[in-house]
């Protein structure tokens, strides 16, 4: 089978595609790039067959996961090629579209198009002719995102998407790839944390203890984070609780919070004391103080204003407020100077890498979703081959 990888050697905005022997195609993932530094604006990927360009030429899409570098070319499709997605994925994109499409910042086509997708659901195996692909749930700053099993031509791939294993459903991932991979001929992985520092990160269990003692110290704490990082709103919620401050957000983050309790058994996805924002709280709010979420938007600026006695709590990745980061102009503003940064990483550490790595034992590794692939090297890994692909090159493995 051939394998070719388009912006790899980058994060954010890679693709992957796959042909079997018999001339099935898929592509896995179809991301845009992320925003970057002025100094290297990029145009969006263009495959043929697979985007606007030309004929069909693809059966099937798969989505990992819901983030921008993972799916935001999806209305570039050519219109037959289906698209595959986690079932509790499409039903988050949906509502976070949904929003831009009621603030008038997306076509609602665009709906209409992400209606069309087909969903999966663990331990579902998918086949697109001779290919059978397996999803495999992993962590992720995304909720539901999935490592994909790919078979066809009596070989096994692994494509392992974003994924850590020091979030909340991080003690599964190894274990799901021991039952449902075992050893492949090829691992295609991300990398992104091997251009950063080598050290252990924080796990979301001990950020929730860091919280915890933030909420209370401090009275009123605003908290900037992704809408869909629900692991990381998970722990806020919890610490809050234990905290006994009162958790408020819009009415977009609640609707989007009692879905997630609504399909989820664990605890700690149990949003009972979110309150979403409304004027008779502000009692409460004044005497014992509150933890609110809030977004770079007019309604949280009010709330800042009304509370100018406040922490800031920002918890998502500090690169973004890098002035150099011309499209964060407005976040840059948004969160003060003297935030209180409290953060890890939804990205996989050397060590997880190396634990994947054991398991599957690849005799092929082809570096994706990282600026500094050759890092990979490092990991010494036995009988495995790094293989860094240029841009479309083709693999045949
Ligand atoms: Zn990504
Ligand atoms: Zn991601």
Redesign the pocket.
């Known amino acids: 089978m051939k394998i070719q990888i388009y912006n790899g050697n980058q ?4 693709v992957t595609t796959i042909e079997s022997n018999n001339g099935t195609k898929i592509a896995i ?1 179809i ?1 845009s790039n ?1 925003p970057s530094t002025k100094k290297k604006k990029q145009e969006d990927l263009k495959i043929e067959g697979l985007t606007i360009e030309g004929k069909k030429k693809f059966d099937a899409v798969f989505i990992t ?1 819901y ?1 921008g ?2 799916i935001g070319l999806y209305n570039k499709l050519l219109d037959e090629i289906p698209v595959y997605i986690g079932e509790i994925s499409k039903e988050i994109f949906i509502k976070v579209q949904r929003k831009l499409v009621n603030a008038k910042k997306a076509p609602k086509e665009n709906l209409e198009l992400i209606n069309k997708f087909i969903t999966f659901k663990i331990p579902e195996k998918i086949k697109i002719n001779d290919i059978l692909i397996t999803p495999i749930e992993v962590d992720h700053s995304a909720f539901n995102a999935h490592a994909l099993l790919i078979e066809c031509d009596g070989k096994k791939i692994l494509h392992t ?2 994924f850590r294993i020091h979030g909340p459903r991080g003690k599964a991932v190894i274990p799901a790839i021991k039952k449902y991979v075992g050893k492949v001929d090829c691992l295609i992985c ?1 990398g ?1 944390t091997l251009s950063r520092n080598r050290e252990l990160p924080l796990t979301e269990n001990e950020l929730q203890y860091k919280a915890e003692k933030i909420f209370k110290e401090n009275k009123n704490i605003f908290v900037f984070c992704s809408s869909t990082n629900i692991d990381r709103i998970a722990v806020l919620h919890k610490a809050a609780l234990k905290a006994r401050k009162i958790f408020i957000c819009d009415d977009y983050q609640k609707d989007m919070l009692l879905y997630i309790d609504s399909i989820s058994r664990s605890n700690l996805y149990k949003f009972n004391y979110v309150y979403n924002y409304r004027p008779n709280l502000l009692k409460i709010m004044n005497d014992d103080g509150f933890v609110m979420l809030v977004r770079d938007n007019y309604f949280s600026r009010k709330m800042l204003e009304k509370f100018p006695k406040n922490s800031f709590v920002y918890s998502q990745w500090d690169g973004y407020l890098n002035k150099e980061f011309e499209e964060y102009k407005s976040l840059q503003e948004f969160v003060p100077k003297n935030h209180i940064y409290l953060h890890t990483s ?2 996989a550490h050397f060590e997880a890498i190396q634990q994947v790595c054991n398991i599957v034992k690849p005799n092929i590794l082809i570096p994706i ?1 990282s600026e500094k692939p050759e890092e990979f090297n490092k990991m010494n890994l036995e009988n495995c081959v790094i293989k860094q692909l240029e841009n479309g090159e083709i693999y045949n493995l």
């Not at 994060?11 to 890679?14: K, L, R, S």
């Open positions: 994060i954010g905005g890679c993932d991301g992320l996961h983030h570098d993972h998407g974003d991300e992104t939804g990205h979703h």
